[in-house]
Nanobody, 120 residues
């Protein structure tokens, strides 16, 4: 079992910055991907950014160039969000996907969700 704890949600003005952090604990496989999903009101949940420890990182087109995801060790992931826009508003959830031998996917684990509000 894996537990994810998120930190850093909040409210900012357009053009501002926010940093999300996620720390995983429990039975974490050596090979895993961590990332962030978000769900805006009235929209489907979407992948924002994800990466393995080795990389490369993947970003949604809408955030590319503004957001930066980084891994620290095998259990911590950050999402630096710059030049935030109102369209970035939503609930951001940390995700960890485990991978077994030969790349077979294991379980997905989710953080509690962090509200990010971008408004003037």
């Amino acid at each position: 079992q894996v537990q994810l704890a998120e930190f850093g949600g909040g409210s900012v003005q357009p053009g501002g910055s926010l940093r999300l952090s996620c720390a995983a604990s429990g039975m974490i496989f050596s090979l895993n991907a961590m990332g962030w999903y978000r769900q805006a009101p009235g929209k489907q949940r979407e992948l924002v950014a994800a990466t393995t420890r080795e990389g490369p990182a993947h970003y949604a087109d809408s955030v590319k160039g503004r957001f930066t995801i980084s891994r620290h060790g095998n259990n911590i992931v950050y999402l630096q969000m710059d030049r935030l826009e109102p369209e970035d508003t939503g609930v951001y959830s940390c995700n960890l996907r485990q991978y077994r031998d030969y790349g077979a996917p294991g379980d997905d684990y989710w953080g509690q969700g962090s509200r990010v509000t971008v408004s003037s």
